[in-house]
């Protein structure tokens, strides 16, 4: 079955230690995304790739990192810069204009 | 003006009821209006969707309802049942924000058997 994966489901952290966050896709999508969910807040796009080897910031990239190498694998670095990351987060993706595909997220917790 | 406006934050309905969740924008730029539905632990996943080109959509117990002039849409949930408990988005898409979805605050639906 095609779909996101993302690892692990859960994950926690010290403050001041920087994690990363798996998201890798089977779809064979050009673009992937990172978004956090706070309750009360939606989604909020913090990183994006249209294409292999190019990222663009999205609204609140602000302590956050990513790369894209491979077209199927999108990671994201909570860095320490970071001042809140304990938050709920999902990676996305899609071809074109099809709707977005979402993996089932990563629920981080900074202590 | 990139900003979708969504309510109410939470909704509780009986079985059987209807549940109606409603979304603002201000952009008329936006040409892509989708919803998603969430359960927990769990990612969105696209529900419905609709164009500005027409005033409704239903599929089987959910309709949007689209009002260009009053820049307003809402979803529509008939016969709610227990297991449409979860939590719904409202999205819009512009091509002046890259085709980039724009996402409400998220709507928490629970439905009482």
């Known amino acids: 079955d095609g779909g996101i994966t993302q690892s692990p489901k859960y994950l926690f952290r010290k403050e001041g230690q920087n994690v990363t966050l798996s998201c890798e896709q089977n779809?064979?999508?050009?673009?992937m995304y990172w978004y956090r969910q706070d309750p009360g807040q939606g989604l909020r796009l913090i990183y994006y790739?249209?294409?292999?080897?190019?990222?663009q910031k999205g609204d609140i990239a602000e302590g956050y990192s990513v790369s894209r190498e491979k077209k199927e694998s999108f990671p994201l670095t909570v860095t320490s810069a970071q001042k809140n990351p304990t938050a709920f987060y999902l990676c996305?993706?899609?071809?074109?204009?099809?709707?977005?595909?979402f993996g089932n997220g990563t629920r981080l917790t900074v202590t | 003006q990139q900003q979708v406006k969504q309510s109410p934050q939470s909704l509780i309905v009986q079985k059987g009821g209807i549940s109606i969740i409603n979304c603002a924008y201000e952009n008329t730029a936006f040409d892509y209006f989708p919803w998603y539905q969430q359960f927990p632990g769990k990612g969105p996943a696209l529900l419905i969707a609709?164009?500005?080109?027409?005033s409704e959509k239903k599929e089987g117990r959910f309709t949007i309802s689209f009002n260009k002039s009053a820049k307003q849409f809402s979803l529509h949930i008939m016969d709610s049942q227990p297991g449409d408990s979860a939590t719904y988005f409202c999205?819009?898409?512009?091509?002046?924000?890259?085709?980039?979805?724009?996402f409400g605050a998220g709507t928490i639906l629970r439905v009482k058997s």
């Open positions: 996305a993706s899609n071809q074109g204009n099809s709707p977005l595909h």
């Open positions: 779809l064979n999508h050009d673009a």
């Open positions: 790739s249209q294409i292999v080897n190019d990222f």
């Open positions: 999205a819009a898409r512009t091509v002046e924000y890259g085709n980039k979805l724009v």
């Open positions: 609709i164009r500005p080109d027409v």
